[in-house]
DNA sequence: GTCGTTGCAAAGCCTTTGCAGGGAA
DNA sequence: TTCCCTGCAAAGGCTTTGCAACGAC
């Protein structure tokens, strides 16, 4: 039976917390903070138990290669911001599947990545700031 | 000075011809149908080669992983066949950028990726057959 | 002949796996 | 106590690089 530990615990709270994509080195860093010994290949593993319960779920950004986020979550896309080079969840969908698939195609899915600045930055960036 | 070998010619011959979004292992394979003896690292080479001279351009498909596509083509967007495999270019553009993107976010550009069944997949599957 | 290019093999990077010690139940 | 989980290190798979031979110009 699956246990749980304390290296688990941190990395769900890592995406409980930040609440969007995460990539592996992500996870490691944001987890290292909860469990200072964590190891990458105790994430590799759990990133892949949590994807086997479901949990998780994988996908490539076109940018920033392979991220995970928690499943569960309404239809949504992707925003990179190329400042803080975070992805975000955008809520809802301004697609017409229907006019974006040619004549004897047949649309079963399809996903969405913007790429900009999100509103943290453009906000800093307007001050002189900004975050990395 | 850069030279012009067999092997690039074949590389570029097999972009012009099957004119859709390729990943290594396709280029590779439909290279050594035109030179036989055609290695792995130069198609790597070469593909990098035809990245800096801005021939090629390079994405992460959600679902392939690396692909590399012909550059200088309009606006356009991908749908990926789960029966053959294969990604196509769909030019046109039906999202609405600006209904996508939220208050105080700045888009800059997207993509997006539809997945389903192809016109000649699913014309072979109203026949019984199946085509991979 | 010069020097960019190629094939082969070794090296790198990211991810997975083997193993023995450690910890949850 | 049982045996799943973890850290460490070695191994895998894909991509890049070193090197000597080759070939475009």
């Not at 759990?46 to 994988?58: A, C, I, Q, S, T």
Request: aromatic share 8%; charged share 25%; hydrophobic share 35%.
């Amino acid at each position: 039976m699956k246990r749980k530990t304390t290296q688990k615990e941190a990395m769900r709270d890592v995406f409980r917390q930040l609440d969007r994509p995460l990539g592996i080195e992500e996870i490691l860093k944001a987890g290292r903070e909860r469990v200072p010994a964590l190891n990458l290949a105790t994430v590799y593993r759990n990133v892949k138990l949590f994807l086997e319960e479901g949990w998780l779920v994988r996908f490539n950004h076109p940018t920033l290669g392979t991220l995970y986020e928690r499943t569960g979550k309404d239809h949504h896309h992707h925003f990179y911001c190329r400042i803080c080079e975070r992805v975000f969840e955008l809520p809802g969908c301004a697609l017409n599947e229907k006019q974006a698939t040619p004549e004897g195609f047949v649309t079963e899915s399809h996903e969405i990545f913007l790429s900009g600045v999100c509103m943290s930055c453009s906000s800093h960036v307007l001050e002189g700031q900004c975050e990395v």
